[in-house]
């Protein structure tokens, strides 16, 4: 899978993404990233990106022609239009079903904004997704796209060593994840639960179901609301 990352912080994007799991899969070939610097686009000899917004209003703007010759110039290389995502406060609530829907695409663009956002007219012509990370707001795009790419990368076949990880931990059927432990069998007077020793796979798993549904009801009951 690859992923274009249209921004002015291209740096930002691949310093932060080239590291742990996700560095590993780009060098092993399961998942492109490119962060294209939407400055490179500009027509003004200043590489200016923005102007002041018509009808007044504090800070600026993104103008609309260096955005779409960024993206055009990726849909001349590819042949062919690739799915937009531009991130915003104003776009769905990222969740987990959506990262494995576009886990399941070859190429994504992931558009960063940036000042009081982007001409309106250049997102009516690329955008094809608006997506949110949450309800607050924060100085650019680019934490949101590098999210994004980790929580759809790591569901790309071969990004993972261990693919069942990913059937098993939060938001998997609505459920957060139970409770992890690891050595010691005790630890500052605490005692891993008897039944995690015990070697019986069956009452494990059986354990482990109960425990998601309990730590779901306790901290994300809106969860259950929507099995």
């Not at 609530?93 to 399941?104: H, L, R, S, V």
């Not at 432990?181 to 069956?202: C, F, M, Q």
Request: aromatic share 10%; hydrophobic share 35%; proline share 5%.
């Amino acid at each position: 899978m690859k992923f274009y990352i249209l921004t002015l912080f291209p740096e930002m994007i691949m310093d932060g993404l080239n590291t742990s799991i996700i560095g590993r899969a780009i060098d092993n070939g399961f998942i492109e990233i490119e962060a294209i610097n939407i400055r490179d686009y500009t027509l003004d000899k200043h590489n200016k990106v923005d102007d002041y917004p018509y009808g007044g209003g504090a800070g600026m703007v993104m103008q609309a022609q260096p955005v779409y010759d960024a993206y055009q110039a990726i849909v001349n290389r590819a042949g062919h239009k690739i799915p937009c995502i531009y991130l915003t406060p104003q776009g769905k609530t990222f969740y987990q079903n959506m990262a494995k829907t576009y886990a399941t695409l070859d190429e994504v663009v992931l558009l960063c904004g940036h000042y009081e956002g982007i001409d309106e007219r250049v997102l009516e012509e690329i955008v094809t997704d608006y997506v949110s990370i949450g309800d607050y707001v924060l100085t650019g795009g680019e934490l949101p796209a590098m999210i994004m790419v980790d929580a759809i990368a790591r569901l790309v076949p071969g990004v993972l060593h261990n693919e069942e990880s990913t059937t098993q931990e939060s938001f998997s059927n609505n459920l957060l994840e139970y409770p992890q432990y690891t050595r010691p069998e005790t630890w500052n007077g605490k005692k891993v639960p008897d039944i995690l020793l015990s070697g019986n796979h069956a009452k494990v798993d059986e354990w482990r179901y109960n425990m998601s549904v309990e730590r779901t009801r306790k901290y994300r009951p809106d969860l259950l609301e929507d099995n």
